[in-house]
């Protein structure tokens, strides 16, 4: 299985977006999703490889966890968390995330591929992402 993460070119061109424009055309990344994938993330996925569908209540995704992002201007960085309850998507073994915008065709910003993690009721998982300048 691989392993790895990517900024992805749909989470730079949001970015820009937001940054340069008056009026911008994208939403911010507020939510995450998930997935049993396990191909290498690029920077050119524009989706998860293999999303777990219907997961949190009806939906594909989950807003990040109350008091996220974080922000970390001296060291140039911004830290992103999501919470997967013990009531959701069990009988998964969950091996990628991605943190998406809430625009009609959702944005991937970043997608990450870890080993996996085998979700029951008995399993509560905090997924946190920090994004750096490097």
């Known amino acids: ?17 937001r940054g340069y424009k008056a009026s911008p055309d994208y ?7 998930i997935g049993t994938g396990t191909t290498t ?3 050119a996925d524009k989706a998860l490889t293999t ?5 949190s209540g009806a939906s594909d995704f989950k807003n990040f966890v109350s008091g996220y992002p974080i922000f970390d201007e001296a060291n140039q960085e911004v830290q992103v ?17 991605g943190d998406f915008n809430t625009d009609g065709a ?6 990450v591929v870890f080993t996996g993690i085998t979700k029951t ?5 905090y997924i946190t992402t920090t994004y750096i300048r490097s």
């Open 51 to 55: 999303p777990i569908t219907s997961w």
């Open 106 to 111: 959702p944005l991937i910003s970043s997608h």
């Open 121 to 125: 009721n008995a399993v509560q998982v």
């Open 81 to 97: 968390q999501g919470f997967i309850a013990s009531t959701e998507a069990n009988g998964n073994t969950i091996t990628e995330c």
């Open 41 to 43: 993330p690029t920077e």
């Open 1 to 17: 299985m691989a392993t790895g993460s990517s900024y992805t070119i749909s989470g730079m061109v949001s970015l820009l977006n």
């Open 27 to 33: 939403s911010i990344p507020s939510r995450f999703g």
